[in-house]
């Protein structure tokens, strides 16, 4: 009878070597493979945010007929959505404003050649009352837009009501905003750059949204802090163009005040930057383009990574198309 002998079936130490430089080698491909991959699904995910939030805001002024703004900030590098809705506009054509809310001279206001058609003109002492109502006593937050053509530099209003709210320029010709807030404490912020000049019009603009306070001159952001607490109305206060003591001396035309209803925010990785050289703001008109009032052409966001610098960018054209 023939015996057979069974081999034992196993691994040499060669063969075991040779194996474990193979798995070495593919786990450092698969490793670098992720780690590439990780790279750039962050700042991909983070441009689709920022994507996603300009459409969102862009359908929420076609939803309300109302603007939307978003804002960007390099410094703090987010971008902010902010949907808002008009409660009070005046085209300073003469006394009407709309929504039934119009305008009463009172001492050296008057309608003058304005920027577009006529505009209000404020002599010294004069102003525009508007009067009370509960839409102007807002509490989530605000915005007051005008375009402004000053006589000479000086400390003076353009809008205030009461103490809730007051928006001006300093004697050094920059914008001012004071804000009282719940609890009893006043927020104020004045610029420090993006002086109104005295010799042509200027857009300006404020707004609060219980995030930043922030300040525009021509579309560009020339001042912001944070702020986060309500605002505290003062019901029995008048709304006024230019004001009873240091009152704006020269022309005002388009002045719209916007109730602020909601804000989200995106807030970029450390692997994706926001870079300067870009639209500080993003304003989608009631018909879901851009504001023709902020923007001359289409608005870029630049950006780029940090690993490696490469340039990375979301834009939105003049109908509001964002690419």
């Not at 709309?98 to 305008?103: E, S």
């Not at 915005?143 to 053509?149: F, L, T």
């Amino acid at each position: 009878m023939k015996s057979y002998r069974h081999r034992a079936h196993g691994f040499t130490l060669l063969e075991m070597l040779v194996v474990l430089s193979i798995i070495s080698m593919l786990m450092g491909l698969g490793v670098g493979v992720y780690l590439r991959i990780t790279a750039n699904l962050t700042p991909s995910l983070a441009i689709g945010r920022i994507k996603t939030l300009l459409r969102q805001a862009r359908n929420t002024a076609l939803r309300e007929a109302s603007p939307s703004v978003v804002t960007v900030d390099v410094k703090e590098q987010t971008v902010l959505a902010t949907a808002s809705r008009t409660v009070a506009y005046w085209h300073c054509e003469d006394g009407e404003g709309a929504f039934g809310r119009n305008l009463s001279p009172v001492r050296g206001a008057f309608v003058a050649g304005g920027r577009i058609g006529n505009a209000l003109k404020i002599e010294e002492g004069g102003y525009a009352d508007a009067g009370t109502g509960p839409e102007l006593d807002v509490r989530e937050g605000l915005s007051i837009e005008a375009y402004v053509k000053p006589d000479s530099v000086r400390a003076q209003t353009i809008a205030r009501k009461g103490e809730a709210y007051v928006f001006g320029i300093t004697g050094d010709g920059y914008l001012t905003a004071h804000l009282s807030l719940a609890g009893g404490s006043r927020e104020e912020l004045v610029a420090e750059k993006g002086a109104i000049p005295d010799d042509r019009w200027s857009r300006v603009g404020v707004l609060y949204n219980r995030v930043v306070l922030a300040l525009y001159v021509d579309g560009r952001e020339v001042a912001r802090k944070e702020v986060t607490r309500r605002l505290e109305p003062e019901p029995t206060a008048t709304f006024t163009i230019g004001a009873k003591s240091g009152t704006f001396v020269g022309l005002v035309d388009e002045v719209r005040v916007r109730e602020i209803l909601a804000s989200e925010a995106v807030h970029m990785p450390q692997e994706l930057q926001l870079v300067g050289g870009g639209d500080s703001i993003v304003v989608f008109d009631a018909a879901g383009g851009l504001d023709p009032e902020w923007h001359a052409g289409p608005v870029k966001i630049p950006m780029k990574l940090a690993l490696g610098g490469e340039a990375r960018q979301v834009s939105v054209s003049v109908l509001g198309t964002v690419e």
